[in-house]
């Protein structure tokens, strides 16, 4: 495969990949009614939109892959942690956040298999490099799904872990 083959062939895989997760995590923030569930896939959302511009830039060759800033996922982290007593009890998701939650762990794991492959295959520097930048934000949208999840689904197990309380026997 040329390097213009590869690149269009990444460049139109990813551009469905990033519209896709755009409208998906969009349309499901319009539908939520937990505000931190909406707050979490209307974040998730924008930072496809991000994508979509690192795919612009790749096709200008004008990406440079910017170091992953990680702050977009301490920003949701702590919404959860810093949230009051009195709300927490109202914070369980509904059958459809959770549905929605699992659903998007699965695009998030369809899209990190892309871009892995990608960043270990292509012939194209520009194009590894870009595969692997997006591998690890699609990495990081999995693991705040996840979280979430666990948050929504066990708020109590979830501070739990993410504290990690311990419980000793004496």
């Known amino acids: 495969m040329s390097a213009v083959d590869e690149l269009k062939t990444v460049v139109d895989a990813a551009r469905k990949t990033e519209v896709d997760g755009r409208k998906f995590y969009g349309d499901t923030a319009a539908k939520s009614r937990n505000p931190l569930a909406k707050r979490m896939f209307q974040s998730l959302a924008d930072a496809e939109g991000q994508h979509l511009e690192f795919i612009d830039q790749l096709v200008r060759g004008q990406f440079k892959a910017p170091a ?9 982290a702590t919404v ?3 949230m009051p007593e009195s709300t927490r009890s109202q914070a369980a998701g509904t059958p459809d956040d959770i549905a929605a939650l699992e659903l998007g762990i699965e ?3 369809r899209s990190m298999a892309f871009y892995r492959k990608w960043a270990e295959t292509a012939k194209s520097e520009p194009v590894r490099k870009f595969c692997a930048r997006l591998r690890v934000e699609e990495e990081e949208h999995w693991r705040i799904l996840q979280s979430t999840k ?3 689904g066990d708020t109590g197990n979830w501070f739990m872990a993410q504290e990690r309380w311990s419980f000793d026997g004496g």
């Open 107 to 109: 695009l998030e794991d």
């Open 80 to 82: 959860f942690s810093a």
């Open 68 to 76: 992953y800033d990680r702050d977009f996922a301490r920003r949701l």
């Open 150 to 152: 666990d948050y929504l």
